[in-house]
Nanobody
């Protein structure tokens, strides 16, 4: 089992920045890929960014160049640095970990962007 706890969400003005964190605990040795997803009201959950155990990254086109995903394996923590935030980035952001083909999810953290 893997437990994930997100933090760092909040209210920010358009153009501002936020840094989300995802702390993993439990069977962390089994985690391979970690991802950030988001879900806005009335929309499907979408992949924002992902990072492999080795550090390879992938980004949604909508955040490429503005968001940076990183991972500190020693601290069992994943981060999402969000810059130049736009109102359309507002959503609940979820941390996801893939371990032995199982998907684990955090409880989500709200990001609100005012225009």
């Amino acid at each position: 089992q893997v437990q994930l706890v997100e933090s760092g969400g909040g209210l920010v003005q358009a153009g501002g920045s936020l840094r989300l964190s995802c702390a993993a605990s439990g069977s962390i040795f089994s985690i391979n890929d970690m991802n950030w997803y988001r879900q806005a009201p009335g929309k499907q959950r979408e992949l924002v960014a992902g990072i492999s155990r080795g550090g390879s990254t992938t980004y949604a086109d909508s955040v490429l160049g503005r968001f940076i995903i990183s991972r500190d394996n020693a601290k069992n923590t994943m981060y999402l640095q969000m810059n130049s935030l736009k109102p359309e980035d507002a959503a609940v952001y979820y941390c996801n970990a893939v371990a032995y083909a199982f998907n684990y999810w955090g409880q989500g953290t709200q990001v609100t962007v005012s225009s």
